[in-house]
């Protein structure tokens, strides 16, 4: 079955950086992968997903980019704030599979 | 338009005793999925409904089990209780059971002690 590996599992980065979150998935028929984010005491929240058929997607502060032959995907997030805070997962399916997640990242937007 | 509702928001059981947790799926979804989420960890995927069958199953025992209604609701029920147990179990729902896009509720926090 497919496994998905997140780095890092902290992350600290100062108000207006960059943070980085990196995946990679082992199995060729995952072809939709989503990011989810998720505050303290709340539900994971959907921010942004990318399909097999794309390489780079980009909403506002936030991107996804997916290399399909090295079976890995990442979130950048630009300018970051500190309400970015949080944990972060990322996950993959064939979509006639289970949603398999990472084990997650805590990001912290030092003001 | 009503979201993914889940119910309790907290529980606390003893080891060897059953809990029920029920799931209401956002309007105009008829697929339930249910996940456990241990302390620092991922969502793990226990089992999805739709059709009011259980239509794929994780890694998890037979203590775990589910049901969906014709409302499309859910509940899962947890036999035997173990303090392994204890995590929050989240439902998502989705427009059919192939469908990318899951939303998930608040969840329920479930303690075993």
């Known amino acids: 079955g497919e496994n998905v590996e997140q780095h890092p599992s902290t992350l600290s980065v100062q108000e207006g950086d960059s943070a980085v979150i990196k995946c990679t998935y082992s199995?060729?028929?995952?072809?939709?992968f989503p990011w989810y984010k998720q505050e303290l005491g709340k539900r994971p929240q959907l921010i942004i997903d990318i399909r097999s058929n794309v390489g780079e997607k980009k909403d506002q502060r936030i991107a996804v980019t997916l290399n399909k032959t090295a079976k890995h995907f990442s979130l950048h997030i630009t300018e970051t704030q500190p309400e970015d805070s949080a944990v972060y997962f990322c996950a993959a399916t064939s979509g006639n599979t289970p949603l398999v997640f990472g084990k997650g990242t805590r990001l912290s937007v030092i003001a | 338009d009503a979201g993914v509702t889940q119910s309790p928001t907290h529980l606390i059981k003893t080891r060897g005793q059953q809990v029920t947790l029920r799931c209401s799926p956002k309007s105009g979804h008829d697929t339930v999925s249910w996940y456990q989420q241990a302390l620092g960890q991922g969502p793990q995927f226990i089992f999805q409904?739709?059709?009011?069958?259980?239509?794929q199953r994780g890694n998890f025992p037979d203590r775990f089990s589910g049901h969906q209604f014709p409302n499309y609701s859910s509940e899962l029920n947890v036999n035997a209780l173990l303090l392994g147990d204890s995590a929050l179990y989240l439902c998502a729902s989705s427009f059919g059971p192939y469908s990318y896009e899951q939303y998930f509720g608040p969840g329920t926090r479930l303690t075993v002690t």
């Open positions: 199995d060729s028929a995952s072809n939709y």
């Open positions: 409904y739709y059709e009011e069958e259980e239509r």
